[in-house]
């Protein structure tokens, strides 16, 4: 595979596993001399990261890089910094993680820098430490094109309740900056009521509810992450009797960020509008691919790769962003879609 790499000298290196797999080597080698990685997933709450745990768990289990047992925090940064720890025990040579408070993860990250254990972050960048490579796609990108969708399908005008992530991330922060900066700019006169839901679905439908209470009007939704916004949302829309086709007068339009599958169906069935696909099968396939380079002592520099993305220079290391696409009506049966692969294929 050709990314643009060069050779490093003498480079420490990846990942060391967790309790999900079954594994129960205790040292990063094994015991047979391969330098093993640990791999912490970050929740099991979310349709989304439960399919890229599956991809993970078969990436490792077919070609990937040796690697300790699984571990999931469970979205608790104590939780990871108490993997991390232990992987550091276990004499991982280099970790797998995607904190999902991006600010809290900086120490335990200084001290795998301090030990020489390269890291890759997944989905999530974090806000200060140095990382071998972050593996996501451009957050600011999915806010934009889903202020584009519904500012072109409501006509630049309405209102817009977005359900926000957790703000101490950094992915929610850029879907929400990214967002709001499109909206006020392109799209004056909507609304947008925006509601932080720390990614929790019970959350996101409470406060939906009391906007429409409040806004009856309501004219369209964003959803930051349909893996755990999707059911609660369509469920209260439906007990209210608010879900009409698209087209139709009262139909609420809905922009969803994820590409799981239960959101290509109801975008089939005119619940929702569109989403923005995350490959959580390219998230798990380049994080074992960029925690193997580590381990081989490779380096990277921005720019284009072979695989559709770009990598760019962020502080403490580098970032390859992977595409992203909008998915509507008119490419929801394409077959290039991880989610589409799964219905065709089963779970991996």
Aim: proline fraction near 6%; aromatic fraction near 6%; glycine fraction near 10%.
């Amino acid at each position: 595979m050709r990314v643009r790499t060069t050779m490093a000298a003498g480079c420490a290196v990846l990942l060391a596993a967790t309790v999900l797999t079954g594994c129960n080597r205790e040292s990063g080698d094994g015991g047979d001399g391969a330098a093993r990685v640990g791999i912490d997933l970050p929740r099991s709450d979310s349709d989304f990261w439960n399919s890229y745990q599956q991809y993970i768990e078969k990436g490792v289990r077919d070609d990937g890089p040796a690697a300790l047992p699984l571990t999931n925090s469970q979205n608790d940064i104590s939780r990871l910094v108490a993997h991390v720890r232990a992987f550091t025990d276990q004499g991982a040579r280099a970790v797998v993680m995607a904190p999902q408070d991006t600010g809290a993860v900086a120490e335990s990250l200084r001290t795998l820098e301090e030990r020489k254990i390269p890291v890759v972050s997944v989905d999530t960048r974090p806000d200060r430490g140095k990382v071998y490579m972050v593996v996501r796609a451009d957050n600011r990108a999915y806010g934009e094109k889903a202020c584009r969708f519904l500012g072109e399908r409501l006509g630049g005008r309405g209102k817009v309740a977005e359900l926000q992530g957790d703000l101490s991330s950094i992915n929610g922060r850029d879907r929400s900056e990214a967002f709001k900066q499109c909206m006020t700019e392109r799209y004056p006169r909507i609304r947008v009521f925006e509601l932080a839901t720390d990614w929790k679905g019970d959350v996101a439908s409470a406060k939906l509810q009391a906007t429409l209470a409040a806004h009856p009007d309501l004219d369209g939704v964003y959803m930051q992450a349909g893996g755990v916004f999707l059911q609660p949302t369509l469920a209260l829309l439906e007990r209210k009797g608010l879900i009409e086709p698209p087209g139709s007068a009262g139909h609420i339009t809905i922009v969803s960020n994820d590409g799981i599958p239960e959101e290509l169906d109801a975008i089939r069935s005119g619940k929702i509008d569109a989403t923005v696909s995350q490959p959580a099968d390219l998230y798990a396939k380049y994080a074992l691919f960029y925690a193997r380079a580590a381990l081989d002592g490779k380096t990277f520099r921005p720019g284009p790769t072979d695989h559709g993305s770009t990598i760019v220079r962020i502080p403490g290391g580098l970032e390859d962003q992977l595409p992203a696409p909008l998915v509507t009506r008119k490419n929801v049966d394409d077959p290039r879609l991880w989610a589409n692969q799964l219905e065709e294929k089963g779970r991996p």
